[in-house]
C-alpha cells in the first residue's frame, strides 16, 4: 500500500479557487491510480474525480465537471485537485485515495474545504 498526505483544503468564498494536494510514500506510486473523494456533513462519500498512471486518462462527477481538474506528477509523488468556480455544495472533507485495481484500498486523512456564500 501506499500513504497519502492531503493539504491544500481552507476556507474560500464561493467562486474563488483552492489547490488540493496529495503527496505520497511508497516506491511505485506510478503504478497506482488514484483519485479524490469528498464527505459533506451528513452525507455519504462520493466519488469527485480520478486519473490514471499515466495521467492520460481522467473522470469527474458530473457535479464537477468543468470546474475541477486533476493532474499528477509521478516524479514528485503527488496527485493534485484545481478546484475552480468553487459553490457551497462543495464544502466537505476531501480525500485521496489510491487503488492498482477496482477498490481503492489507500486513503489519506483528509483536508476540510469549506465554500462560503
Known amino acids: 500500500q501506499v500513504q497519502l498526505v492531503e493539504s491544500g483544503g481552507g476556507l474560500v468564498q464561493a467562486g474563488g479557487s483552492l489547490r488540493l494536494s496529495c503527496a505520497a510514500s511508497?516506491?511505485?506510486?506510478?503504478?497506482?491510480?488514484m483519485a479524490w473523494f469528498r464527505q459533506a456533513p451528513g452525507k455519504e462519500r462520493e466519488f469527485v474525480a480520478r486519473?490514471?498512471?499515466?495521467?492520460?486518462?481522467?473522470y469527474y462527477a458530473d457535479s464537477v465537471k468543468g470546474r475541477f481538474t486533476i493532474s499528477r506528477d509521478n516524479a514528485k509523488k503527488t496527485v493534485y485537485l484545481q478546484m475552480n468556480s468553487l459553490q457551497p455544495e462543495d464544502t466537505a472533507v476531501y480525500y485521496c485515495?489510491?487503488?492498482?485495481?477496482?477498490?481503492?484500498?489507500?486513503w489519506g486523512q483528509g483536508t476540510q474545504v469549506t465554500v462560503s456564500s
Open positions: 485515495a489510491a487503488t492498482v485495481s477496482s477498490t481503492y484500498n489507500s
Open positions: 511508497g516506491r511505485t506510486f506510478s503504478s497506482y491510480t
Open positions: 486519473i490514471s498512471w499515466s495521467g492520460i486518462s481522467t
